[in-house]
């Protein structure tokens, strides 16, 4: 099922500058991550940010997390061509589900190309 | 390159063989995971295991079958598949236990059902 639903699912932008990408889920979580995938290739992990966690950082990477309203962003600023990809948001039920491994809910994904 | 090893990368096979897809990894983690993931669509999960035992299994038809040999190393048998079970097969590994821990993915199994 699906838990998460990326906004929007197709992005456009030119070099240099920032893509913003929302992520809204709808039940509770212990964290949401980040991925991005390259065509046809496996699912880079970016970043994670827990429940209690409000913003993280990472390089050129900066993600939000809004508990209440159950909704994250995902900004990269400076885009370069090598950005190009599918970015993903995914939920972890974690601690809610009884803990352990549970697996990721993936979002719908957002595909972004970065125009040079 | 990836520390999750998956093989074959292709597979093309008929709705009446047997196949097996591998996966490895050498990070020590005690999770391992199967997704399954169509054309522009995400990653849908299929099975979990956590310390070599199946916790998770997202109401999977029986032709698809995971085999947890031992802590690094993750099957998933083929058997009487059909054209829409064509897609890429995709493992990953974690840390796994309480608190949450990033999922390292494979390149994946580009899986055609013939």
């Known amino acids: 099922s699906q838990q998460g639903e990326e906004d929007p699912q197709a992005l456009s932008i030119q070099e240099g500058e920032n893509a913003t990408m929302n992520c809204s889920y709808k039940?509770?979580?212990?964290?949401l991550q980040w991925y991005r995938q390259n065509s046809g290739r496996g699912l880079v992990h970016l970043i994670l940010?827990?429940?209690?966690?409000r913003e993280k950082h990472s390089g050129r990477l900066r993600v939000t997390l809004d508990t209440s309203k159950k909704s994250s962003s995902l900004l990269i600023t400076a885009s370069r061509a090598a950005d190009t990809a599918s970015y993903f948001c995914a939920t972890d039920p974690g601690f809610y589900s009884g803990g352990g491994a549970d697996g990721l809910t993936f979002g719908k994904g957002t595909h972004l190309i970065i125009q040079p | 390159d990836t520390e999750v090893t998956q093989t074959p990368k292709h597979l093309v096979m008929g709705m009446t063989n047997k196949k097996s897809l591998k996966c490895e990894q050498h990070?020590?983690?005690?999770?391992m995971y199967w997704y399954k993931q169509k054309a522009k669509k995400p990653p849908e999960l299929m099975f979990v295991?956590?310390?070599?035992?199946?916790?998770i299994n997202e109401s999977v038809p029986s032709r698809f079958s995971p085999e947890c040999p031992n802590s690094s190393l993750l099957n998933l048998h083929l058997h009487a598949l059909q054209p829409e079970d064509s897609a890429l097969y995709l493992c990953?590994?974690?840390?796994?236990?309480?608190?949450?821990?990033?999922?390292?993915f494979g390149n994946g199994t580009r899986l055609t059902v013939t």
């Open positions: 990953a590994s974690s840390q796994g236990g309480y608190g949450g821990s990033p999922l390292h």
């Open positions: 039940t509770s979580i212990n964290n």
């Open positions: 295991y956590s310390y070599e035992k199946l916790s």
């Open positions: 990070m020590g983690h005690r999770a």
């Open positions: 940010i827990r429940s209690n966690e």
